[in-house]
């Protein structure tokens, strides 16, 4: 299996919701990572887990919570969100235990905050 | 962090013709150069890299080329097809061979005429 899947494929969620995002993976692989990307602009970087461990925040507001359960999971807990954080959310993952850097996307999931 | 420039925004040629797209980075200890290609409504997904120790790859129709001099590498595709349309992003990153979340380019629009 060398997909990333990630759920829901479209969220709409009010700004007093709270809301996941989920993503999984089973090709062993033990960095995952979370990108946001608004249209028309490349994907941005968030949070980095590796072994499970949150190596990387990007200076991303609390409203936002990343949660790595375990090797083959990651959540993102949306709460209290603004408008503006509408936008496609990307859950990748790559091999961190040799030299591969290649990071695999998942589809996605479409935000979108009222 | 790295500072990337990826020229041009968008590039349009015709089916058959060749592209090539720039990407320049900032840090000189970048070791990795990926590019990446995006379909509307799809995921990113790795189409070439290189590393720092080699100049040039080739895979069928698309290669890389690196000048770590200058500080700059490049996306070649030739006799393109319109399946080639789509966004590219660079991606120069340093790694350690951990785990690194990416730093895109702004994206090139390639257009394919028919």
């Known amino acids: 299996d060398t997909e990333v899947t990630q759920t829901p494929k479209h969220l709409v969620m009010g700004m007093t919701n709270k809301k996941s995002l989920k993503c999984e993976q089973h090709?062993?692989?033990?960095?995952m990572y979370w990108y946001k990307q608004k249209a028309k602009k490349p994907p941005e970087l968030m949070f980095v887990y590796s072994y499970e461990k949150l190596s990387i925040n990007e200076s991303v507001p609390s409203r936002f919570s990343p949660e790595c359960p375990n090797s083959s999971l990651l959540n993102l807990h949306l709460h209290a969100l603004q408008p503006e954080d509408s936008a496609l959310y990307l859950c990748?993952?790559?091999?961190?235990?040799?030299?591969?850097?290649?990071?695999?996307f998942g589809p996605g999931t479409r935000l979108t905050v009222t | 962090g790295e500072n990337v420039e990826q020229h041009p925004s968008t590039l349009s040629v015709q089916e058959g013709d060749s592209a090539v797209i720039k990407c320049t980075y900032s840090d000189s200890a970048s070791n990795y150069f990926p590019w990446y290609k995006q379909e509307l409504g799809k995921r990113p997904q790795l189409i070439i890299d290189?590393?720092?120790?080699?100049g040039e790859k080739k895979d069928q129709r698309i290669a890389v080329t690196l000048n770590k001099t200058a500080k700059h590498f490049s996306l070649h595709i030739t006799e393109t097809q319109p399946e080639d349309s789509a966004v590219y992003f660079c991606a120069p990153l340093y790694s350690g061979g951990g785990a690194d979340g990416l730093t895109f380019g702004k994206g090139t629009h390639l257009i394919i005429q028919p």
């Open positions: 990748a993952s790559s091999p961190s235990w040799t030299p591969v850097y290649e990071q695999y």
């Open positions: 090709m062993g692989h033990r960095a």
């Open positions: 290189i590393r720092s120790n080699v």
